[in-house]
């Protein structure tokens, strides 16, 4: 049955997306978003050809790319001893009607909010989550008291999402014993137009341009044994990146070197969550299975997400939802386990062992993008 109209939670990049789309097929939308506002947030993304996807169906590759989105060339692995590339894969060996870009997510979610209103799309800014019930109607509670209804609540309120709460056990994220310092820089250095992993023993490095190839996006991981806090925005002294990375050359120490404000992020592994719909509430990216980094698929597997759960409710109805959770669970739970195994492959420390597994790597041309 025909859904007439839906309540997104989460002006993020899945939120936005599942907006327009639902949109798109005449549902009368509302973004409700903790937010005041579309906050100029976050660094960059990598958004591959599964997520181009949805944003070309969506209509918006053009807006991105004049929006300095730039198209990558390759994937780089290198070692941080080493001038040589461990493995090189050209994306010119994509189908032809694929692409890589590199975007800032701060253009992305503007390029969707803009996209989302001109189809009508409502938002609703300051508006808090706290409870969601599953039911018929659906129903939403917000920090204000007032209560929400319709056909349809999609939580797309990422990884501390109240709509994941409802239908399941508060979740125990665990710290991966790993941080990662972001941050952005000015392209001085001739960055080429590629993701350029650079691995070292219980480190790497990604690097890719953004805005034109104006900027170059970094994200510096390094184990470690104590904790840091999970969220996208700590503020931390550059010195301490600067003090983990020591001892590394060449364009890696370039770049390293020109941070002046980074953020410093804990990774911690969350399960993906067991149950994803019940009663018109459906979950979609973080909210249902945060992603490490490791294979930079968390915004595409939303932007995925966004399209196969509208494509799902436009064909059957909220009584459809279990077959949206049936069809992206196993892939999602697949890629995820497919970045946690990333870690251990960039950070090698012996030497021989380092050198066995580029190796292989070379041989094998695996792209395993940070
Ligand atoms: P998110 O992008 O996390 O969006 C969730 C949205 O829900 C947010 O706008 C949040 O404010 C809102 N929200 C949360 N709780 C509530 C509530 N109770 N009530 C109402 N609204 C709520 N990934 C990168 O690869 N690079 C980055 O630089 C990067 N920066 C990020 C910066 C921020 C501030 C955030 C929130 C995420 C960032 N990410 C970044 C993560 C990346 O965007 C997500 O992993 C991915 O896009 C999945 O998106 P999502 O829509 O599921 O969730």
Redesign the pocket.
């Known amino acids: 049955m025909q859904i007439r109209n839906a309540i997104v939670?989460?002006?993020?990049?899945?939120?936005?997306?599942a907006a327009i789309a639902l949109a798109r097929r005449g549902v009368a939308v509302t973004v409700?978003?903790?937010?005041e506002a579309i906050?100029e947030?976050?660094?960059?993304?990598?958004v591959s050809p599964n997520g181009l996807f949805v944003l070309r169906a969506l209509g918006l590759e053009k807006r991105l790319a004049a929006r300095g989105a730039v198209r990558g060339q390759a994937a780089v692995m290198r070692s941080y001893d080493q001038a040589d590339d461990v493995m090189r894969l050209d994306f010119s060996r994509l189908d032809p009607d694929q692409a890589y870009y590199f975007m800032h997510?701060a253009d992305l979610?503007d390029v969707l909010a803009q996209a989302a209103r001109e189809q009508n799309v409502s938002f609703e800014f300051g508006?808090?989550?706290?409870s969601v019930t599953a039911g018929e109607p659906p129903s939403l509670t917000?920090q204000d008291g007032s209560t929400r209804r319709a056909e349809l609540i999609v939580g797309?309120?990422?990884?501390?999402?109240?709509a994941r709460v409802a239908l399941n056990a508060e979740d125990k994220a665990d710290f991966t014993g790993q941080v990662a310092w972001?941050a952005t820089v000015p392209n001085t250095m001739g960055h080429a137009d590629v993701a350029m992993v650079t691995m070292g023993p219980k480190r790497h490095l990604v690097s890719y341009p953004l805005r034109g190839g104006n900027l170059v996006?970094l994200?510096a991981v390094e184990e470690r044994k104590t904790w840091a806090a999970e969220g996208?925005?700590h503020a931390d002294d550059p010195a301490h990146l600067r003090e983990a990375f020591a001892g590394w050359g060449g364009m890696a120490a370039q770049m390293i070197e020109a941070v002046e404000a980074p953020t410093l992020w804990g990774l911690h592994r969350h399960p993906v969550a067991p149950v994803w719909q019940q009663s018109g509430v459906a979950l979609?990216?973080?909210?249902a299975h945060?992603?490490l980094?490791f294979l930079?698929q968390?915004?595409n597997?939303?932007l995925e997400?966004a399209w196969a759960l509208t494509a799902t409710v436009m064909s059957g109805g909220v009584k459809a939802l279990p077959a949206y959770e049936a069809m992206r669970k196993p892939r999602v739970t697949r890629v995820i386990k497919a970045a946690e195994g990333n870690a251990w492959k960039f950070h090698l420390r012996r030497g021989p062992v380092r050198f066995v597994a580029h190796n292989v790597m070379r041989l094998g041309g695996k792209y395993a993008p940070g």
């Open positions: 939670v989460g002006a993020g990049i899945g939120g936005l997306a409700l978003e903790q937010s906050r947030i976050g660094a960059g993304l990598q997510r979610i508006a808090r989550v706290v917000l797309a309120d990422g990884i501390h999402s109240r972001r996006n994200v996208w925005n979609l990216g973080d909210a945060p992603t980094p930079a968390g915004a597997m939303a997400d």
